[in-house]
């Protein structure tokens, strides 16, 4: 399953139970599709570059895990549909690419003794 990173804004005067809640819901939702969480890092309060939905800055949080893409418009679609949320990518991380490409290439070196 292909690595995929989040990287989302939350509104600047959220308030911390509310923080816990879609943190909780992101690791539940993970592991509920089969997949594994990485980590879920506050990267903490910045200025944004232009005014999103009214705000100036926000909380930014990024998120690192391993899911099946199918699952992916489902977290997408609860993600956006939440008012704390003014920004919010998604992407497929090269790492998991780069590593199953160094699997198939031990795997064609390798040599089978009989």
Do not use: C
Not at 17 to 28: A, Q, T, Y
Not at 74 to 103: F, P, Q, S
């Amino acid at each position: 399953m292909p690595v995929y990173e989040m990287v989302f804004t939350l509104r600047p005067r959220v308030e911390e139970e509310i923080v816990k809640n879609i943190k909780d819901k992101i690791e539940s939702f993970v592991i509920q599709n089969g997949g594994e969480l990485g980590s879920i890092d506050e990267i903490g309060r910045r200025k944004l570059a232009y005014e999103v939905e009214g705000e100036e800055e926000g909380i930014f949080f990024r998120s690192s895990f391993i899911i099946d893409p199918s699952h992916l418009n489902e977290i997408v679609r609860w993600m956006r549909g939440r008012d704390e949320v003014i920004r919010l990518m998604i992407i497929r991380k090269k790492t998991a690419l780069l590593k199953n490409k160094e699997e198939k290439e031990e795997k064609e070196g390798e040599v089978i003794n009989e």
